[in-house]
Protein backbone atom coordinates (compact mmCIF):
# COMPACT_ATOMS: atom_id res chain seq x y z
CA UNK A 1 0.00 0.00 0.00
CA UNK A 2 1.45 3.48 -0.94
CA UNK A 3 2.25 5.92 2.00
CA UNK A 4 0.01 8.33 0.18
CA UNK A 5 -3.23 6.30 0.09
CA UNK A 6 -3.05 6.25 3.79
CA UNK A 7 -2.58 9.80 4.07
CA UNK A 8 -5.07 10.66 2.27
CA UNK A 9 -7.79 8.48 3.61
CA UNK A 10 -6.66 10.01 7.13
CA UNK A 11 -7.00 13.26 6.05
CA UNK A 12 -10.66 12.57 4.36
CA UNK A 13 -11.60 10.92 7.77
CA UNK A 14 -10.57 14.11 9.65
CA UNK A 15 -12.27 16.33 7.73
CA UNK A 16 -15.25 13.75 8.03
CA UNK A 17 -15.29 13.33 11.86
CA UNK A 18 -14.71 17.52 12.02
CA UNK A 19 -17.51 18.16 10.17
CA UNK A 20 -19.50 15.83 12.89
CA UNK A 21 -18.43 17.89 15.71
CA UNK A 22 -19.79 21.31 14.23
CA UNK A 23 -21.67 22.81 17.35
CA UNK A 24 -25.21 22.06 16.64
CA UNK A 25 -26.95 25.18 15.09
CA UNK A 26 -30.51 25.79 17.46
CA UNK A 27 -32.97 24.65 15.08
CA UNK A 28 -36.22 26.87 15.11
CA UNK A 29 -39.00 26.42 12.69
CA UNK A 30 -39.22 30.02 12.43
CA UNK A 31 -38.44 32.09 9.19
CA UNK A 32 -35.91 34.76 8.36
CA UNK A 33 -36.88 37.67 10.79
CA UNK A 34 -36.48 39.99 8.34
CA UNK A 35 -38.81 37.97 6.44
CA UNK A 36 -41.30 38.40 8.92
CA UNK A 37 -40.59 41.72 9.36
CA UNK A 38 -41.71 42.37 5.88
CA UNK A 39 -44.59 40.28 6.41
CA UNK A 40 -45.84 42.66 9.51
CA UNK A 41 -44.73 45.88 7.17
CA UNK A 42 -47.53 44.46 4.67
CA UNK A 43 -51.00 45.18 6.08
CA UNK A 44 -52.86 42.31 3.97
CA UNK A 45 -53.35 40.31 6.62
CA UNK A 46 -56.33 42.69 8.28
CA UNK A 47 -59.74 41.77 6.67
CA UNK A 48 -62.90 44.10 7.15
CA UNK A 49 -66.05 42.97 8.83
CA UNK A 50 -68.25 43.56 6.01
CA UNK A 51 -65.74 40.99 3.77
CA UNK A 52 -66.94 38.33 6.30
CA UNK A 53 -69.75 39.05 6.97
CA UNK A 54 -70.48 38.50 3.09
CA UNK A 55 -69.09 35.41 2.91
CA UNK A 56 -70.60 34.24 6.22
CA UNK A 57 -73.79 34.97 4.55
CA UNK A 58 -72.72 33.10 1.24
CA UNK A 59 -71.97 30.04 3.18
CA UNK A 60 -68.71 31.14 1.51
CA UNK A 61 -66.57 27.11 1.92
CA UNK A 62 -62.95 28.61 2.36
CA UNK A 63 -63.59 30.70 5.35
CA UNK A 64 -62.33 29.23 8.68
CA UNK A 65 -62.86 32.07 11.53
CA UNK A 66 -60.93 30.90 14.89
CA UNK A 67 -61.82 32.62 17.86
CA UNK A 68 -58.67 33.26 19.99
CA UNK A 69 -59.96 33.83 23.57
CA UNK A 70 -60.73 31.76 26.03
CA UNK A 71 -63.00 29.17 26.48
CA UNK A 72 -65.68 31.07 28.93
CA UNK A 73 -65.52 34.10 26.35
CA UNK A 74 -66.21 31.69 23.21
CA UNK A 75 -69.43 30.13 25.19
CA UNK A 76 -70.75 33.13 25.83
CA UNK A 77 -70.65 34.66 22.54
CA UNK A 78 -68.85 33.79 18.93
CA UNK A 79 -69.40 33.86 15.60
CA UNK A 80 -71.05 31.62 13.50
CA UNK A 81 -69.54 28.58 12.37
CA UNK A 82 -66.03 29.36 14.40
CA UNK A 83 -64.08 27.44 16.61
CA UNK A 84 -62.05 28.06 19.55
CA UNK A 85 -58.19 27.74 19.98
CA UNK A 86 -56.69 30.22 22.79
CA UNK A 87 -53.97 31.82 22.09
CA UNK A 88 -51.65 29.83 24.24
CA UNK A 89 -52.21 26.40 22.28
CA UNK A 90 -52.31 28.00 19.09
CA UNK A 91 -49.15 26.01 18.21
CA UNK A 92 -49.90 23.04 19.30
CA UNK A 93 -50.00 19.87 17.27
CA UNK A 94 -53.39 18.90 17.90
CA UNK A 95 -54.80 22.46 16.03
CA UNK A 96 -51.86 21.97 13.04
CA UNK A 97 -53.93 20.96 10.59
CA UNK A 98 -56.63 24.29 10.64
CA UNK A 99 -54.23 26.52 11.26
CA UNK A 100 -51.38 25.14 8.96
CA UNK A 101 -52.78 24.38 5.67
CA UNK A 102 -53.19 26.09 2.28
CA UNK A 103 -56.84 25.66 0.99
CA UNK A 104 -58.78 27.48 3.71
CA UNK A 105 -58.84 31.19 4.64
CA UNK A 106 -58.08 31.02 8.79
CA UNK A 107 -59.42 34.49 9.88
CA UNK A 108 -58.57 35.01 13.85
CA UNK A 109 -60.65 37.36 15.63
CA UNK A 110 -60.82 38.29 19.55
CA UNK A 111 -62.52 41.05 21.38
CA UNK A 112 -60.58 43.45 19.41
CA UNK A 113 -57.95 42.89 17.12
CA UNK A 114 -54.82 42.98 19.26
CA UNK A 115 -54.65 38.97 20.51
CA UNK A 116 -55.51 37.73 16.95
CA UNK A 117 -52.86 39.50 15.61
CA UNK A 118 -50.79 37.85 18.13
CA UNK A 119 -51.95 34.50 17.27
CA UNK A 120 -51.33 35.98 13.75
CA UNK A 121 -47.45 36.72 14.08
CA UNK A 122 -46.59 33.24 16.26
CA UNK A 123 -48.01 31.64 12.80
CA UNK A 124 -46.86 33.66 10.12
CA UNK A 125 -43.07 33.25 11.43
CA UNK A 126 -43.32 29.68 11.51
CA UNK A 127 -44.35 29.91 7.79
CA UNK A 128 -47.95 29.25 8.09
CA UNK A 129 -49.47 31.04 4.73
CA UNK A 130 -53.22 31.99 4.53
CA UNK A 131 -53.82 33.43 8.14
CA UNK A 132 -55.13 36.64 8.49
CA UNK A 133 -57.23 38.78 11.10
CA UNK A 134 -60.25 40.20 11.54
CA UNK A 135 -59.47 43.86 11.88
CA UNK A 136 -61.65 45.48 15.12
CA UNK A 137 -62.31 42.22 16.44
CA UNK A 138 -66.05 41.83 18.09
CA UNK A 139 -65.74 45.26 19.03
CA UNK A 140 -65.92 46.29 15.26
CA UNK A 141 -67.99 43.50 14.41
CA UNK A 142 -70.79 44.81 16.63
CA UNK A 143 -70.44 48.67 16.06
CA UNK A 144 -70.54 48.21 11.98
CA UNK A 145 -72.60 44.78 11.18
CA UNK A 146 -75.06 44.44 14.60
CA UNK A 147 -75.57 48.13 15.53
CA UNK A 148 -74.88 50.24 11.95
CA UNK A 149 -74.81 53.70 12.31
CA UNK A 150 -77.41 55.58 9.90
CA UNK A 151 -75.74 57.39 7.52
CA UNK A 152 -75.39 61.43 7.79
CA UNK A 153 -77.29 63.64 5.18
CA UNK A 154 -74.28 64.16 3.61
CA UNK A 155 -73.01 60.60 3.17
CA UNK A 156 -72.24 59.58 -0.04
CA UNK A 157 -74.84 56.98 -1.65
CA UNK A 158 -71.93 53.87 -1.45
CA UNK A 159 -72.70 55.19 2.58
CA UNK A 160 -76.14 54.06 2.36
CA UNK A 161 -75.73 51.32 -0.30
CA UNK A 162 -73.20 49.66 2.68
CA UNK A 163 -75.81 50.74 5.50
CA UNK A 164 -78.23 48.44 3.72
CA UNK A 165 -75.92 45.66 3.46
CA UNK A 166 -75.01 46.09 6.97
CA UNK A 167 -78.88 46.21 7.74
CA UNK A 168 -79.69 43.35 6.02
CA UNK A 169 -76.46 41.40 7.72
CA UNK A 170 -77.35 41.79 11.25
CA UNK A 171 -81.40 40.70 10.44
CA UNK A 172 -79.06 37.60 9.44
CA UNK A 173 -76.94 37.48 12.30
CA UNK A 174 -79.93 38.04 14.77
CA UNK A 175 -78.77 41.84 16.12
CA UNK A 176 -81.89 43.42 15.20
CA UNK A 177 -85.79 43.12 14.83
CA UNK A 178 -87.54 43.08 11.34
CA UNK A 179 -89.47 46.36 10.91
CA UNK A 180 -92.46 45.71 9.89
CA UNK A 181 -93.95 48.29 7.31
CA UNK A 182 -98.16 49.17 7.81
CA UNK A 183 -100.70 50.81 5.92
CA UNK A 184 -101.80 53.64 8.09
CA UNK A 185 -104.58 55.61 6.93
CA UNK A 186 -104.06 58.82 5.37
CA UNK A 187 -105.08 62.10 7.42
CA UNK A 188 -105.26 65.61 5.78
CA UNK A 189 -103.02 68.75 6.63
CA UNK A 190 -105.13 70.66 9.12
CA UNK A 191 -104.74 74.00 8.49
CA UNK A 192 -105.15 77.04 10.77
CA UNK A 193 -107.55 79.90 9.38
CA UNK A 194 -106.13 83.53 9.09
CA UNK A 195 -108.05 86.26 9.83
CA UNK A 196 -107.60 88.81 7.23
CA UNK A 197 -108.69 93.02 7.71
CA UNK A 198 -110.19 92.85 4.11
CA UNK A 199 -111.98 90.26 2.39
CA UNK A 200 -111.78 86.53 2.91
CA UNK A 201 -111.61 84.81 -0.46
CA UNK A 202 -112.45 81.12 -0.78
CA UNK A 203 -110.30 80.08 -3.76
CA UNK A 204 -110.09 76.63 -4.71
CA UNK A 205 -106.53 75.23 -5.10
CA UNK A 206 -106.00 74.43 -9.01
CA UNK A 207 -103.59 71.65 -9.75
CA UNK A 208 -100.49 73.20 -10.69
CA UNK A 209 -99.15 70.64 -12.99
CA UNK A 210 -95.39 70.31 -12.52
CA UNK A 211 -93.24 71.83 -14.82
CA UNK A 212 -92.18 69.29 -18.03
CA UNK A 213 -89.30 69.83 -19.32
CA UNK A 214 -87.85 67.68 -22.10
CA UNK A 215 -84.33 67.67 -23.03
CA UNK B 1 3.87 5.02 -14.55
CA UNK B 2 0.32 4.97 -14.53
CA UNK B 3 0.09 3.78 -10.82
CA UNK B 4 1.52 7.39 -10.50
CA UNK B 5 -0.52 9.36 -12.24
CA UNK B 6 -3.61 7.83 -10.57
CA UNK B 7 -2.39 8.79 -7.27
CA UNK B 8 -1.16 12.56 -8.09
CA UNK B 9 -5.29 12.67 -9.50
CA UNK B 10 -6.45 11.90 -6.75
CA UNK B 11 -4.47 13.59 -4.43
CA UNK B 12 -5.09 16.95 -6.20
CA UNK B 13 -8.61 15.96 -6.15
CA UNK B 14 -8.72 15.72 -2.24
CA UNK B 15 -6.47 18.88 -1.56
CA UNK B 16 -9.28 20.82 -3.94
CA UNK B 17 -11.91 19.64 -2.08
CA UNK B 18 -10.67 19.96 1.57
CA UNK B 19 -9.35 23.95 0.40
CA UNK B 20 -13.15 25.05 -0.94
CA UNK B 21 -14.50 23.43 2.12
CA UNK B 22 -12.22 25.77 4.46
CA UNK B 23 -13.18 28.79 1.72
CA UNK B 24 -16.79 27.62 3.18
CA UNK B 25 -16.26 27.68 6.69
CA UNK B 26 -14.37 30.86 6.79
CA UNK B 27 -16.78 32.74 4.40
CA UNK B 28 -19.63 31.62 6.49
CA UNK B 29 -21.57 34.65 8.27
CA UNK B 30 -23.19 34.40 11.26
CA UNK B 31 -26.54 36.32 10.89
CA UNK B 32 -26.78 39.44 12.57
CA UNK B 33 -30.09 38.65 14.49
CA UNK B 34 -31.60 35.13 14.77
CA UNK B 35 -34.58 33.68 16.46
CA UNK B 36 -33.72 33.17 20.51
CA UNK B 37 -37.08 32.47 21.47
CA UNK B 38 -39.07 29.10 20.75
CA UNK B 39 -42.29 30.16 19.19
CA UNK B 40 -44.77 27.60 21.06
CA UNK B 41 -42.52 28.52 24.30
CA UNK B 42 -43.70 32.52 23.64
CA UNK B 43 -46.90 31.58 23.00
CA UNK B 44 -47.38 30.60 26.49
CA UNK B 45 -46.28 33.01 28.12
CA UNK B 46 -47.47 36.01 25.77
CA UNK B 47 -50.33 37.10 27.52
CA UNK B 48 -48.42 36.76 31.32
CA UNK B 49 -46.22 39.60 30.19
CA UNK B 50 -46.15 42.90 31.96
CA UNK B 51 -47.17 45.64 29.48
CA UNK B 52 -46.72 49.40 30.01
CA UNK B 53 -49.05 50.93 30.84
CA UNK B 54 -50.09 54.89 30.22
CA UNK B 55 -49.61 56.30 33.44
CA UNK B 56 -46.15 54.26 33.75
CA UNK B 57 -45.18 55.93 30.69
CA UNK B 58 -45.70 59.04 31.74
CA UNK B 59 -43.76 58.21 34.64
CA UNK B 60 -40.72 56.76 32.37
CA UNK B 61 -40.79 58.82 29.82
CA UNK B 62 -39.11 61.80 31.16
CA UNK B 63 -35.74 60.21 32.33
CA UNK B 64 -33.96 58.50 29.39
CA UNK B 65 -32.47 56.44 32.26
CA UNK B 66 -35.42 54.43 33.19
CA UNK B 67 -36.08 53.62 29.95
CA UNK B 68 -35.97 53.75 25.96
CA UNK B 69 -39.03 54.28 24.07
CA UNK B 70 -38.60 53.61 20.60
CA UNK B 71 -41.66 54.89 18.16
CA UNK B 72 -42.14 52.42 15.14
CA UNK B 73 -44.43 54.54 13.26
CA UNK B 74 -43.21 56.73 9.94
CA UNK B 75 -41.62 59.88 10.14
CA UNK B 76 -43.77 61.87 9.64
CA UNK B 77 -46.27 61.01 12.13
CA UNK B 78 -42.77 61.00 14.29
CA UNK B 79 -42.58 64.53 13.35
CA UNK B 80 -46.06 66.05 14.45
CA UNK B 81 -46.05 64.19 17.52
CA UNK B 82 -44.00 61.64 19.59
CA UNK B 83 -43.98 60.74 23.64
CA UNK B 84 -40.84 62.49 24.77
CA UNK B 85 -37.29 61.35 24.57
CA UNK B 86 -38.68 59.00 22.01
CA UNK B 87 -36.60 57.89 19.14
CA UNK B 88 -38.14 57.03 15.94
CA UNK B 89 -36.84 53.50 14.27
CA UNK B 90 -39.73 53.13 11.55
CA UNK B 91 -41.40 49.57 11.10
CA UNK B 92 -39.36 48.42 7.92
CA UNK B 93 -35.97 49.67 9.31
CA UNK B 94 -36.44 47.92 12.93
CA UNK B 95 -33.66 45.26 11.66
CA UNK B 96 -30.97 47.64 10.64
CA UNK B 97 -28.15 46.02 11.33
CA UNK B 98 -27.36 49.62 13.41
CA UNK B 99 -29.75 49.54 15.85
CA UNK B 100 -28.18 46.30 17.10
CA UNK B 101 -25.68 48.17 19.08
CA UNK B 102 -28.16 50.18 20.71
CA UNK B 103 -30.44 46.74 21.39
CA UNK B 104 -27.55 45.37 23.01
CA UNK B 105 -26.89 47.71 25.48
CA UNK B 106 -30.09 47.96 26.57
CA UNK B 107 -30.48 43.99 27.09
CA UNK B 108 -26.73 44.25 29.00
CA UNK B 109 -27.90 47.47 31.17
CA UNK B 110 -31.18 46.07 31.78
CA UNK B 111 -33.13 48.88 30.15
CA UNK B 112 -36.74 48.34 29.73
CA UNK B 113 -37.13 49.26 25.39
CA UNK B 114 -40.70 50.18 25.42
CA UNK B 115 -41.85 50.42 21.65
CA UNK B 116 -45.28 51.79 20.67
CA UNK B 117 -47.05 52.72 17.32
CA UNK B 118 -50.53 54.71 17.06
CA UNK B 119 -52.45 52.24 18.70
CA UNK B 120 -51.44 48.67 20.60
CA UNK B 121 -51.87 46.93 17.68
CA UNK B 122 -49.65 48.75 15.50
CA UNK B 123 -46.79 48.39 17.61
CA UNK B 124 -47.74 44.33 18.99
CA UNK B 125 -45.90 42.61 15.94
CA UNK B 126 -42.79 44.30 15.93
CA UNK B 127 -43.14 44.40 19.63
CA UNK B 128 -43.48 40.19 19.65
CA UNK B 129 -40.48 39.90 16.89
CA UNK B 130 -38.07 42.00 18.98
CA UNK B 131 -38.50 40.72 22.01
CA UNK B 132 -38.50 36.61 19.86
CA UNK B 133 -34.60 37.99 18.72
CA UNK B 134 -33.75 38.06 22.36
CA UNK B 135 -34.29 40.94 23.80
CA UNK B 136 -36.62 40.18 27.04
CA UNK B 137 -36.73 43.71 28.28
CA UNK B 138 -38.81 44.65 25.20
CA UNK B 139 -42.21 45.94 25.98
CA UNK B 140 -45.61 47.54 24.33
CA UNK B 141 -47.02 50.47 25.17
CA UNK B 142 -50.72 49.90 25.85
CA UNK B 143 -52.99 52.22 24.09
CA UNK B 144 -50.36 53.62 21.83
CA UNK B 145 -49.37 57.11 21.15
CA UNK B 146 -52.99 58.22 20.73
CA UNK B 147 -54.08 57.29 24.23
CA UNK B 148 -51.90 59.51 26.08
CA UNK B 149 -52.17 61.94 23.61
CA UNK B 150 -55.78 62.28 24.38
CA UNK B 151 -55.19 61.83 27.58
CA UNK B 152 -53.11 64.74 28.06
CA UNK B 153 -55.21 66.95 25.87
CA UNK B 154 -58.72 65.54 27.99
CA UNK B 155 -60.07 64.38 25.04
CA UNK B 156 -60.77 60.83 25.84
CA UNK B 157 -64.10 59.22 25.67
CA UNK B 158 -66.18 58.38 28.76
CA UNK B 159 -64.66 54.96 30.51
CA UNK B 160 -61.95 54.54 27.38
CA UNK B 161 -59.82 51.58 28.64
CA UNK B 162 -56.18 51.50 27.28
CA UNK B 163 -57.03 47.91 27.65
CA UNK B 164 -57.84 47.00 24.32
CA UNK B 165 -59.33 43.57 24.47
CA UNK B 166 -62.41 45.13 26.68
CA UNK B 167 -65.29 44.54 24.89
CA UNK B 168 -66.96 47.48 24.30
CA UNK B 169 -70.19 45.84 24.30
CA UNK B 170 -72.55 43.12 26.14
CA UNK B 171 -72.47 40.87 22.93
CA UNK B 172 -74.19 37.53 24.70
CA UNK B 173 -76.61 40.35 26.16
CA UNK B 174 -77.75 42.19 23.04
CA UNK B 175 -78.78 39.00 21.10
CA UNK B 176 -80.36 37.79 24.04
CA UNK B 177 -82.02 40.96 24.34
CA UNK B 178 -83.20 40.93 20.87
CA UNK B 179 -84.69 37.18 20.79
CA UNK B 180 -86.98 38.67 24.10
CA UNK B 181 -87.85 41.77 21.80
CA UNK B 182 -88.88 39.52 18.86
CA UNK B 183 -91.38 37.44 21.15
CA UNK B 184 -93.18 40.58 22.71
CA UNK B 185 -96.25 41.31 20.42
CA UNK B 186 -96.48 44.17 18.12
CA UNK B 187 -98.42 46.99 18.58
CA UNK B 188 -99.97 48.68 15.62
CA UNK B 189 -101.11 52.12 15.76
CA UNK B 190 -104.23 52.94 13.90
CA UNK B 191 -105.14 57.13 13.23
CA UNK B 192 -108.08 58.04 12.80
CA UNK B 193 -109.64 60.36 9.43
CA UNK B 194 -110.83 64.07 10.59
CA UNK B 195 -112.43 65.91 8.54
CA UNK B 196 -111.75 69.60 8.19
CA UNK B 197 -113.09 72.88 7.27
CA UNK B 198 -110.99 74.67 4.80
CA UNK B 199 -110.52 78.43 4.93
CA UNK B 200 -107.91 79.26 2.51
CA UNK B 201 -107.00 82.86 1.81
CA UNK B 202 -104.96 83.12 -1.37
CA UNK B 203 -103.45 86.00 -2.93
CA UNK B 204 -104.30 85.62 -7.07
CA UNK B 205 -100.37 85.59 -7.95
CA UNK B 206 -99.28 86.00 -11.30
CA UNK B 207 -98.98 82.34 -13.28
CA UNK B 208 -95.11 82.00 -13.90
CA UNK B 209 -94.79 80.37 -17.85
CA UNK B 210 -93.63 76.69 -16.75
CA UNK B 211 -90.18 77.29 -18.23
CA UNK B 212 -89.22 74.74 -20.25
CA UNK B 213 -86.44 73.42 -22.10
CA UNK B 214 -82.92 72.02 -21.54
Redesign the interface.
Known amino acids: M?K??II?AI??LG?AFGLLLLPNKIE???I???L??LE??DQARFLETDNIAKRLIESDPSLLLIDVRNEEAFK??SLPGAINIP??????DQWRNYVNQSSLDVVFY??????A??A???CA??GYKKVYVLKGG??QW??TI??PEYPSELASSEDFDLYSFRKAASLFF????PE?S?I?????E??V??V?VKK????E?KEK?A????? | MLELLKTKRITMAIIAFVIFLLIGFLTLKKPIYSFQVDASAFSEELSSIDQVTPDEAMELMYDSSLALFIDIRNRYDFEKGHLENAINIPVPDLLNPENKVLFDRCLKDSLPLVLYGNDELEANAPWMLIYELGYSNARLLQGGYSYIDRMYLDQLELNESYHSETADYDYAGIIAKVIADKAKPVEIKKEKKVAVKKKVIVEEKPKKAAEGGC
Not at chain 1, 87 to 92: A, D, G
Not at chain 1, 174 to 177: C, H, L, R, T, W
Not at chain 1, 184 to 188: A, G, I, T, Y
Request: aromatic share 8%; net charge negative; with cysteine.
Open positions: SRYLVLVHDQNPNFLINKYLNEILKSNSDVIDQWALQNLNFQMLGGSIIMVEEVPQQPKQTVIVKKAEGGC
